[in-house]
């Protein structure tokens, strides 16, 4: 059985990701639990949540003020605080081991029926599951940053994830306002093992002089009707998230995905796009 009745969802880390699910729902009216492991980053994330509510006040995007949404937000560095919690989505960074670890422990808190669902954008949710005695609750809910503004989640099935499970993890992806698609368990799903080789090949394209940074994102706003060109994008999705996608997929899928030289090197320097204030170009 899978619990369906959904009235408190828990948020597993309050990053860039974590923060704008947890602001999402509670802005649809779900009361949220956001935890990460140090008190500092759930900080950050009530920071960030409340900047990004106050963006959208300003616009009259918002049928409640920020303060009432933001109440509905409970902090905490205490994973059994998520026991209460009638959907948990993992928001952690992208790396199998942590993440495995995460669902052990959730597993231990969380009661048979809650779906545990995991917003990684590269990694097997098949192995992400297979730590777990029950596997079958895991899916893929994957959502698109910034959480607030982009429309779609990729929903992404395991092996072992049973159709209720899939079901409602659609469910609650339209509750939030989102419109869903469905990918099989392939490295990359659909969005990033297309969207990952056109980055790289954006940053070669500049790296190699073919034009211009601002030129080559023109050429494919105007030309494909794409709403970013590659650099831009790159720099919104952050150099780092777009660097380990693609070593992930480099390592399952082979040259196809090999990172962009230059996309290694502003890693390497710590320009890591709009998030540092600077990766091809730079932000206030």
Request: aromatic fraction near 6%.
């Amino acid at each position: 059985m899978v619990r369906q009745d959904i009235d408190r969802i828990g948020v597993v880390g309050a990053g860039t990701m974590g923060s704008g699910i947890a602001q999402v729902a509670a802005t649809t009216g779900y009361d949220v639990v956001m935890r990460d492991i140090e008190s500092e980053f759930v900080d950050r994330g009530f920071d960030s949540i409340t900047n990004s509510l106050e963006r959208l006040d300003d616009r009259d995007a918002l049928s409640e003020d920020p303060e009432t949404i933001t109440d509905r937000i409970t902090g905490t560095t205490d994973l059994a605080d998520l026991a209460e919690c009638d959907l948990v989505v993992e928001a952690a960074i992208e790396d199998m081991g942590i993440k495995q670890d995460i669902f052990r422990d959730l597993e231990e808190h969380c009661d048979e029926d809650v779906v545990l669902a995991t917003n990684t954008s590269t990694l097997s949710i098949t192995s992400i599951a297979s730590v777990l005695e029950h596997p079958e609750r895991v899916v893929g809910l994957h959502f698109m940053n910034p959480v607030a503004i982009m429309e779609g989640v990729e929903i992404v099935v395991g092996e072992k994830t049973v159709d209720a499970v899939t079901d409602l993890a659609h469910t609650i992806a339209e509750d939030l306002g989102k419109t869903t698609w469905e990918s099989d368990d392939k490295p990359g799903f659909v969005t990033n093992r297309i969207l990952m080789p056109w980055l790289n090949e954006g940053i070669r394209a500049y790296d190699e002089g073919v034009a211009t940074k601002e030129d080559i994102d023109a050429g494919m706003e105007l030309g494909t009707n794409v709403p970013m060109g590659p650099l831009t994008l790159a720099d919104h999705i952050g150099l780092d998230v777009c660097l380990h996608a693609s070593e992930t997929m480099y390592e399952e899928l082979g040259d196809r995905y090999k990172p962009a030289y230059l996309l290694k090197r502003k890693v390497e320097a710590g320009d890591l796009g709009k998030k540092t204030g600077k990766g091809f170009y730079e932000y206030d």
